[in-house]
C-alpha cells in the first residue's frame, strides 16, 4: 500500500492550496480517508475526513468552512482544497486511510501517506 500526498507549497495568508493524495496498493473504494496535519512538537491532528462513497464528511473546527475534503475513486485519489489559508494552517499534511467507513481518530487509521509541507505567509 502507498500514499503519496502532494501540493504542498509556500503561499500567502489569505491564498489556496490544493493537496492530492494518490492511492496504490489497496482497494480504495474500500476505505475511507482522512488528512491529518503536524507541526514541530506535536502529534498528528485531525484535519477532515471522507467517507468510502464520499457520502459523509468531516472537519475539524479549525477548518470547518475553508477546507474541503473530496475523493475520486475512479482515480484512486483523495484531495483536500484549502482556501482562505491562516499561518496557523502551517503544518506536514498527511493523507491516511482507514478501514473503517469514517472516523476522525487517528488510531483507526492503519496507512499513510509521507507528508507534504503547507506554509502560509503572513
Known amino acids: 500500500v502507498q500514499l503519496q500526498a502532494s501540493g504542498g507549497g509556500l503561499v500567502q495568508a489569505g491564498g489556496s492550496l490544493r493537496l492530492s493524495c494518490a492511492a496504490s496498493g489497496l482497494r480504495f473504494s474500500s476505505y475511507g480517508m482522512g488528512w491529518f496535519r503536524q507541526t514541530p512538537g506535536t502529534g498528528r491532528v485531525f484535519v477532515a475526513a471522507?467517507?468510502?462513497?464520499?457520502?459523509?464528511?468531516y472537519y475539524a473546527d479549525s477548518v470547518k468552512g475553508r477546507f474541503t475534503i473530496s475523493r475520486d475513486n475512479a482515480k484512486n485519489t483523495v484531495y483536500l482544497q484549502m482556501n482562505s489559508l491562516k499561518p496557523e494552517d502551517t503544518a506536514v499534511y498527511y493523507c491516511?486511510?482507514?478501514?473503517?467507513?469514517?472516523?476522525?481518530?487517528?488510531?483507526?487509521?492503519?496507512?499513510w501517506g509521507q507528508g507534504t509541507l503547507v506554509t502560509v505567509s503572513s
Open positions: 491516511a486511510s482507514t478501514p473503517n467507513s469514517i472516523t476522525t481518530t487517528r488510531r483507526y487509521y492503519d496507512k
Open positions: 471522507i467517507s468510502r462513497s464520499a457520502g459523509s464528511t
